[in-house]
């Protein structure tokens, strides 16, 4: 478990970008994929993060410090139907100035939903990923939900439609399916300089 995790701050603008020397571990997947859940499972606490929440409160990069060690970035989920052209363009906008200026970013985890062949946004996700050039993990999340016996079969699923070269990981929030996986793994990449 990751302790004293807190949230700290939302940020709408890159002016606001907090100037921080703290590294930095980022979530990105679409809205409703469990990024949020993802933050409780690792902290152990339902209230860590907002579940659920209206894509209109998940339109910022929320910043959560874990211990004044680190911080956990959960970005805007992508995907919402709902939303217009100029709104998205100013999400990706900030997204990219964050990711393109910041040298404390260790590591991105990419949540998909196992259940689901990757969507379009899914696969133009991975290969920004890819030219970023940012080490990252793919977390197949919501395991829970489909028998343990197919989800190799679903791995490979996901793995052929995004042409992934990584291991892919199963995970559930709910179930705590490699959560401490998870978390060594962070353990590891916060260790390492
Ligand atoms: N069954 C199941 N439901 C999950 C899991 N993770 C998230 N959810 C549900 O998926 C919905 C969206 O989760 P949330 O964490 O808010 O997603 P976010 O938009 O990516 O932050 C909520 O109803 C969660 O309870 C999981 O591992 N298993
Ligand atoms: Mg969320």
Redesign the pocket.
Known sequence: MLKNIKFEISVFKKEKLPNTPLKQIVLV?K????????INALANNKNI?K???TPGK?KCLNYYNVNNEFYIV?LP?YGYSTMSFKEKESISNLVNYYIENNKNICHIFF?VDIRHNPTKDDVLMYNWLLNKGINFSIVA?????IAKTKIDDYLIKITKTLFAKEEIIA????SKLNVELIENKIKQIIESD
């Open positions: 997947g809205s409703n994929v469990g990024k949020s859940s993802f993060a579940v659920g929440q998940t959960d989920g949540l999340n919501k395991a829970d939900k995970f559930s929030s709910q």
